[in-house]
């Protein structure tokens, strides 16, 4: 089994940063693609942003590129997600996820963390 869990989520101020941690653990070799994707109150599951433990090729959503990062440490199983000047819509509950292939939908992504909340007040 695979299992996630995800820290750092917390209420930040607008345009402020916040690092989000996920570390992995369990049978990953079969899973190469892990990343991010981020649920607001009323609203569907959202790709965020994926990356390969192997390659380290990178893949974000329009809404968040050149403000979010993705990064892993393939010794300590563990994903990142750095997210620069954050505004009001990225309130949300973001979640780690993992898969043997990519994709930008939620229903293609079989392993889920429990997901930890991001509030950006204006």
């Known amino acids: 089994q695979v299992r996630l869990v995800e820290s750092g989520g917390g209420l930040v101020h607008f345009g402020e940063s916040l690092s989000l941690s996920c570390t992995t653990s369990?049978?990953?070799?079969?899973?190469?693609?892990a990343g991010w994707f981020r649920q607001a109150p009323g609203k569907e599951r959202e790709f965020v942003a994926a990356?390969?433990?192997?390659?380290?090729?990178?893949a974000y959503a329009n809404s968040v590129k050149d403000r979010f990062t993705i990064s892993k440490d393939n010794a300590k199983k563990t994903l990142y997600l750095r997210m620069n000047n954050l505004q009001t819509e990225d309130t949300a509950v973001y979640y780690c996820?993992?898969?043997?292939?990519?994709?930008?939908?939620?229903?293609?992504?079989?392993?889920w963390g429990q997901g930890t909340q991001v509030a950006v007040s204006s």
């Open positions: 990356i390969r433990w192997s390659a380290g090729t990178t």
């Open positions: 996820v993992t898969s043997n292939a990519f994709s930008t939908q939620a229903t293609g992504y079989e392993y």
């Open positions: 369990g049978r990953l070799f079969d899973n190469d693609v």
